[in-house]
Each structure stands twice: as structure tokens, then as C-alpha cells.
């Protein structure tokens, strides 16, 4: 055999670590001569030791999956959040929509654009994300910006009534948007209990920066079950959540797989599992399921509800009360709540007048963090 003369080695030079057995390894550079040279740390048993040190959820997002949907669908009925910090969703001035949601591997971000008379969704995150995860987040996009929702039969109820056919010329289809977890969809109904709208936004807020899951764009994942669950009530006080509010956040916690399964069997079981949870009445139920895409959730206990239905749909009483208001709904059994989503969008659209204001503006409470 013939061998080749080898290069002394420069003096003061540490030995470099042998490499493992099994796998390929970076070379290392040559010592410079003279000096003294740290040891290499000897590379991951059957892999590169580059890759080995990288970890998957610090790569930078990219886009994952995307998807094209036909027509125009009104995004501005997509409920989004307004706060600066701790949003889940927000909206665009141009019309894009955005959202995060959680992931093994990161949360991801929900994408929502008109374009061209089409609605175009994508999902971006890390590519290491499990592909049916991304498909998961894909359909949960959908349903979110209501293309999973049937609006036909409202459409119907309009050809048949001349108040709602008024409403339904000015809006058109009603597509009720579904929030992709239940247990979103729980906790912002209870944080809702009780308070003004901006005192339950900013409570969402603050929840949202104590245990959400940052994502990109800027928005944070609302936290998991198994997070909001393991908050101490005190820290949720901090938030501005009431003892009983807490409590029920902690029971949703505990119940929450059986409250998934009760709504697979129907929007009837779910109300019942929510109403035996400690803290949840029917106002609760109601607004929960509602935002989970219930086209017949009725929140009876809400302040102003009762006021604007028969404001708008009956004689312009400015103080009905819920047994009115069950009343003017009854005749659109299985689409009360599209039809309040209707008289809601309407109103928002000064296509109607609402009820005139009752009273000043209330304060904020004062005993939020007490």
C-alpha cells in the first residue's frame, strides 16, 4: 500500500474531537499556525450537525397551503378583534382579513383577501408543520369567513316577509362565520358576562398576551385548554375577569372534551353540557354557540337585544323585554339567530335606524382588578 506524508500538526494546537461513528460532518476549518484552537464538539450520531442544532419552529414562516374560493364573500362580517396587542384576529384596511391559530410546531396565521371577484385564503407558518395540520387550519379558514355556512334559508324567510325582505335587499345572503375551537368561543362568552363591550375586549386582550401563542403578522393564538385551565383565578382577576367568570373559564377547562362531543350530537346538546357548567346560564350558552356558527341562538338576559329586535322588527318599542323579542322570532324558528345577524347588519348599515340611547354612556367598572 502506498501512503502519503502527512503535515505536522503547529505547535499548541488542542486536538480537534473525533467525529461519531455513524453520519456525515461538517469539515472543520484548519487551526491558524501558532495559535490555540477550542476543541469541536464532535458531531450528532446520524445526521448532519448542522441540522441537528436547527430547530424546526425557529425556521422562518412561509406560506403553506392556499386556496381560491369563488365570488366575493362580505369579510366584513367576520368578527376580528380591535386591540393593539393580544389580537387573535384583525382586520386590514384593504379588506384582508387575518388570523392565528395554534400548531405543534408554531402557531399559524389565516389569511383572507378579495381578489378578483374571488375570496382567496392561505395559510403561512413553519414549514415544519405537520401537512394535516396545515389541511386542519385550511378548513378552519373556511368556516371562519362563513364559506362553510348556508345562508339559502334566510333567503327563503325574506321571500315570505316583507320586513325581512327590506333587510335582505339592502345586506343580501347572511353567512355566519365559525370560530375554529370551541373553547374560544366559550371563554370569550363568559369573559363577555356581565360588562360593557370594552371592558370584555380589553379583558380578551389581556388574556390573550398572558397565555397566548405568538404567530406572525403580529396576532396571538388564543391559548390552549390545557393553558387556561392551569392560570391561577388570581392572575385572571388581573385581567379583569370576575371570580365567577374564572371559575367557569376553569370548568370549560376540565369539560372541554365532553363539550366537543356534545356538539357533534347537536346544537341542543352543547347548550345543555354548557348549561350545567357552574357559572353559565342561557345568555352564555347562547353567544358560545352562536359564534360557533348556531343558526338559531337566541342570547334571552342580553341588555340591549330586546330593544333593537323590536325597534326594528316590531312597533319601535324602545323597552321590550325578552318575551317580545321571543315573540317578533318565533315565526323564523332554526334561523332566529341569522335573523338578528340580519336586523344587526342592517342597523350597522344605516339601511334602518336603531333604538335611540336610553341613557348616557355608563362608566367602566371600577372593580376590575380588585
Known amino acids: 500500500m502506498t501512503s502519503s506524508a502527512t503535515t505536522p500538526a503547529p505547535r499548541n494546537t488542542a486536538p480537534t474531537a473525533p467525529a461519531a461513528a455513524v453520519g456525515n460532518t461538517t469539515p472543520t476549518a484548519p487551526a491558524a499556525a501558532g495559535g490555540n484552537t477550542t476543541p469541536t464538539a464532535p458531531a450528532a450520531a446520524g445526521g448532519n450537525t448542522a441540522a441537528a442544532a436547527r430547530k424546526p419552529h425557529d425556521e422562518r414562516p412561509r406560506e403553506l397551503a392556499r386556496t381560491t374560493v369563488s365570488g366575493v364573500h362580505d369579510l366584513q362580517g367576520v368578527k376580528c378583534d380591535s386591540a393593539r396587542f393580544g389580537a387573535v384576529a384583525r382586520r ?80 343580501g345572503p347572511v353567512r355566519l362565520g365559525r370560530l375554529p375551537r370551541l373553547g374560544e368561543a366559550f371563554g370569550r362568552a363568559v369573559i363577555a358576562q356581565l360588562v360593557q363591550s370594552a371592558e370584555a375586549h380589553r379583558s380578551i386582550a389581556q388574556l390573550v398576551r398572558r397565555a397566548g401563542e405568538d404567530a406572525p403578522g403580529g396576532l396571538t393564538a388564543w391559548p390552549r385548554r390545557e393553558t387556561v385551565g392551569a392560570i ?121 335606524s336603531g333604538p335611540p340611547r336610553r341613557a348616557p354612556r355608563a362608566p367602566l367598572s371600577a372593580h376590575r382588578y380588585w
Request: proline share 6%.
Open 232 to 352: 391561577p383565578s388570581w392572575e385572571l382577576r388581573r385581567c379583569g375577569i370576575s371570580g365567577r367568570g374564572a371559575r367557569a373559564l376553569h370548568a370549560g377547562a376540565v369539560d372541554g372534551p365532553h363539550l366537543e362531543r356534545a356538539e357533534q350530537a347537536g346544537w341542543d346538546g352543547l347548550d345543555a353540557r354548557l348549561r350545567a357548567l357552574p357559572g353559565v346560564g342561557v345568555w352564555t350558552s347562547a353567544v358560545a354557540r352562536r359564534a360557533r356558527g348556531d343558526p338559531d341562538a337566541v342570547a334571552v338576559g342580553d341588555y340591549n337585544l330586546p330593544a333593537l329586535i323590536a325597534w326594528v322588527l316590531g312597533d319601535g318599542a324602545a323597552d321590550a323585554d325578552d318575551a317580545t323579542m321571543l315573540e317578533l322570532l318565533a315565526p323564523f324558528a332554526g334561523q332566529r339567530g341569522r335573523v338578528i345577524r340580519l336586523v344587526e347588519r342592517a342597523v350597522g348599515a344605516r339601511a334602518v
Open 92 to 171: 386590514h384596511p384593504s379588506g384582508v382579513v387575518r388570523r392565528a391559530e395554534p400548531a405543534t410546531t408554531g402557531a399559524l396565521l389565516l389569511e383572507a383577501a378579495p381578489t378578483d371577484g374571488r375570496t382567496e385564503l392561505r395559510v403561512v407558518g413553519s414549514p415544519a408543520t405537520p401537512s394535516h395540520e396545515v389541511e386542519a387550519a385550511l378548513e378552519a379558514g373556511l368556516a371562519w369567513i362563513g364559506v362553510r355556512d348556508d345562508p339559502t334559508p334566510l333567503g327563503d324567510l325574506a321571500a315570505h316577509d316583507r320586513r325581512l325582505a327590506k333587510l335582505y335587499a339592502v345586506t
